[in-house]
């Protein structure tokens, strides 16, 4: 039995498509998770609930569907990496409820969590289309929305069904509940016109005490380091890349020693602030937030013990909603001699650079830039790792004068 009490029985999926509907619900949850703590928002909550019930059949579907596929000791082995890779995504569900749970439950957050996530949430917002709406009955290609406002419908939640990789095909309905990823400017926009109200967003709180302004930062860094760690994770398989998958391990173990530290400075903070209980859903936050970065690993581990990638992984990988891509930089293109911060490449492209690695012979030769930032000057041979829509990925291209990177 699910959640919801209804039975879930064997019917033939597709592996594919189930693993990459996980891959996006689970980065999807991860957004909406935070963003419920940032707005307070016991709707947004609920819709992770939602959610990560979705996330429960999906897993038993591709277990079953797994368990058919093995019959022989080769199979097995193939396919073990496979299981890993849906327990992880469901494990990132879990955190993610657990996120929500914090926001439902009233378990208590300072205030200076709020003030600190706008600088490392995106703008993720909420809104229920209505009957009257200048977006109702249309197409998301006929609404050409990202490029109009920046604006881009991650998801929607029509009746009890999500559609969590909405195209330019997709038709929104009065009722849909659309989510809405963007600069604020362009939300504003974009939520008026789907609901006929004006967006009003968050208020910014005041920080908190020295102690618990840095255990708060140290959640943050830990959910922006969790979050890349997923994102390389994916891209260690869909690459079958070693070094890649050795930097998440690098990056699990930083989140480890930032929740040691976070650890210290909330004990610290417990003994300043007037209601100490108030502090319980940091500790929370901190221990789903680890969850995230552990799942990361197991993603990846079928590439780090030299099992390789199974194709229907990196297949799915390279169909899922939000793509990862590796295009090199050739000599003499846009990009050659320039920082992302320069070429503005999320700007431009829609893409954000997670990773990039150096060519040549010296000591650093072949080593990653993790978390690479305006300041990180691209050279000709370097390779670039990238997030993000599939006509960013064309744009990328174009500018990076790359076919795609070997």
Known sequence: MDPSGDDVEYEPVSVKEVLAEMKDTAELLIDLSFSAVLHGSDDIA??????EARMDVLELRARMSLLLAARSPEDAEGLAPVLGVVGAAEKISDAAGDIAK????DIGLPEAMRAALPEAVETLVRAEVAPDAGLAGRTLGDLNLETETGVRVIAIHRGESWITNPDRDTRLEAGDTVLLRGTE?????????ATGESYEPPDSPEPGTDDLERA????????????????????SVLFDSEAVAEEVVELEAEVDALQSRFEAWTLRAASRVEDPVSLRGLVHLANATEVISDAAVEISEGVLRGLGTHP???RAVEESDEVIVRESVAPDSEFDGVTLGDRQVQTETGMRVIAVRRPGDGPASGDWVIQPGPDTELRSGDVLLAKGTRSGAQRLAELTGSESAS
């Open 312 to 314: 229907v992984v990196a």
């Open 46 to 51: 609920r819709e992770v609930l939602d959610l």
């Open 185 to 193: 400017e362009g939300i504003a926009d974009v939520y008026r016109r």
């Open 216 to 235: 708060v930062d140290s959640i943050v860094l830990m959910k922006n380091i969790s979050e890349l760690a997923v994102d390389l994770a994916y891209g």
């Open 102 to 105: 914090v926001v439902l439950e």
